[in-house]
Structures are given as structure tokens and as C-alpha cells.
């Protein structure tokens, strides 16, 4: 009896602390990032809308994989009047009237993201890359020693 409830514990110990128990040529781990975003460039823009002459565009990636994050959402948390989505490819972009903005910028399986206030100056294209944070479970070809 005591041999089995052993065996068990040893067995669900090396479940739980590997995930490489039958596969020796992949490791995995959990890998936790907070995100980052940066500014890329101004640069000048015009509108038909003149009420609407800033313009913010960009691209959002996975900060871990690098690989662009599609279908999430792009918008202002001041007023939440001003939103997008993220395309296929991770681009967006959003027409406004010049002003501060703060921008939240989400997507389901990775962690959420708020940018400084950003001054968005009229007839003003501004270039933002996004890096959303991950928590989640990543595996590598890499081989163990």
C-alpha cells in the first residue's frame, strides 16, 4: 500500500514539474511578459474630416513570439468614444481629433495594455508599435542536456 501511494506521488511529481515526461526533443516552461509599446514616428497627415485630423496606426505583436496579434482592440480610455479593431495582421489605426490620449489595447489570450498619454498634434500621423504580454504555455524545438 504504501509502495503505490509512492509510486503515485512520484509519478504526479514528474508530471507536474516536466512537460517533457515522453517527448525529449521539446521543452516548455510558462512564460509571463508585460508588454511594450514605442512610438515609431510623426509625421505630417491630412484628413477630409476636418474634426478628425490625428491619425494613430501601428502594428501589435505577441512581445514573446513576435508574431502579430489579430482581432483585438485598439481604443481610447479617457473617453472610450474613439475604437478599432486589430486586423488579420495586427494593424490598426484610428482618426481623432488632436489631443492627449491614453490608448488600451487588447486581445483575448494576451495581457492587456496601457499606453502614457500620447499627444496626437493636428494633421499628424503617429506611428505606434505594440507588444502585448503573454501567460502562456510556449514550446521550442530546443533539446534538453
Known amino acids: 500500500m504504501q509502495t503505490a501511494k509512492f509510486i503515485s506521488i512520484l ?4 508530471f507536474v514539474s516536466s512537460c517533457t515526461l515522453f ?6 516552461g510558462r512564460i509571463e511578459t508585460k508588454g511594450s509599446y514605442t512610438i515609431v514616428s510623426q509625421s505630417a497627415f491630412s484628413s477630409e474630416q476636418e474634426k478628425l485630423s490625428s491619425k494613430i496606426e501601428g ?3 505577441d512581445e514573446y513570439s513576435k508574431v502579430p496579434v489579430s482581432y483585438g482592440f ?6 472610450n468614444q474613439y475604437r478599432t ?29 496601457v499606453t502614457e498619454p500620447i499627444r496626437l498634434n493636428e494633421n499628424t500621423q503617429t506611428q505606434l508599435n505594440v507588444y502585448l ?11 534538453q542536456n
Open 133 to 143: 504580454g503573454s501567460d502562456i504555455m510556449y514550446q521550442s524545438d530546443k533539446k
Open 59 to 61: 502594428f501589435v505583436f
Open 85 to 113: 479593431t486589430i486586423d488579420s495582421v495586427g494593424y490598426f489605426y484610428l482618426l481623432l481629433p488632436p489631443g492627449m490620449y491614453k490608448f488600451k489595447i487588447t486581445s483575448v489570450g494576451n495581457k492587456d495594455i
Open 74 to 79: 485598439v481604443f481610447s480610455i479617457d473617453d
Open 11 to 14: 509519478l504526479i511529481f514528474l
Open 23 to 28: 517527448t525529449k526533443s521539446r521543452s516548455c
